[in-house]
């Protein structure tokens, strides 16, 4: 048997993967706001929130010029009509990360000026995860969305870092079984 060398190393090397994709699915995504633009007037962020899949877990950074723009978390009253007088957080560093530690809906605007009415608000919502912590009666602003596990290929061409870490999870283990 000269294939048993082989066979043990790449199984070694599977399990490693394993492994190393497994620490992936329990770690959160940091999302940059507005990419590259960060948080500054002339931005879609309701574009920008469509392309982006928020678990529990996740983290959303603020770039911003700290001189120009802060970032106040409102609820949804202060998101709609643009008030920051009631914040639940406000940050003027320049570089601001919140946690978006469970499921439901959370509120982001830019409370100089009239920034937040010319398009610096953001709403996030935040689903849970198909294998993480259970559905939020607390979420009322939009229904999770449907989690099949056939359908891996959704129609924005998004698959989140956990469903994709998840997936390569079954396929290592599908390969290591067949090397037992
Ligand atoms: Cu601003």
């Known amino acids: 048997m000269t294939d048993g060398k082989w066979s043990s190393s790449y199984k070694a090397l599977s399990l490693l993967l394993l492994v190393i994709s497994c620490a992936l699915c329990a770690s959160g995504t940091t999302h940059i706001v507005g990419d590259s633009s960060g ?17 529990p877990g996740d983290v ?23 008030s920051s007088s009631s914040p639940i957080r406000q940050e003027t560093d320049g570089n601001t990360t919140f946690t978006l530690s469970a499921a439901g ?9 009239n920034h937040c009415s010319n398009g610096m608000r953001l709403q996030v919502d935040v689903t849970a995860s198909s294998t993480a912590s259970p559905p939020s009666p607390a979420s009322t602003a939009s229904p999770p969305p449907p989690v099949s596990p056939t359908n891996n290929e959704n129609k924005a061409g998004i698959l989140s870092p956990v469903h994709a870490a998840a997936v390569v999870c079954a396929g290592l283990l599908v390969v290591g079984l067949g090397m037992f």
């Open 39 to 55: 948080w500054e007037l002339g931005v879609n962020y309701d574009a920008w929130t469509a392309n982006q899949t928020f678990v």
């Open 60 to 82: 959303l950074e603020f770039r911003y010029n700290r001189l120009q723009h802060d970032v106040v978390e409102v609820n949804s009253d202060g998101y709609s009509s643009c």
């Open 105 to 113: 809906t959370r509120y982001f605007i830019c409370g100089i000026s």
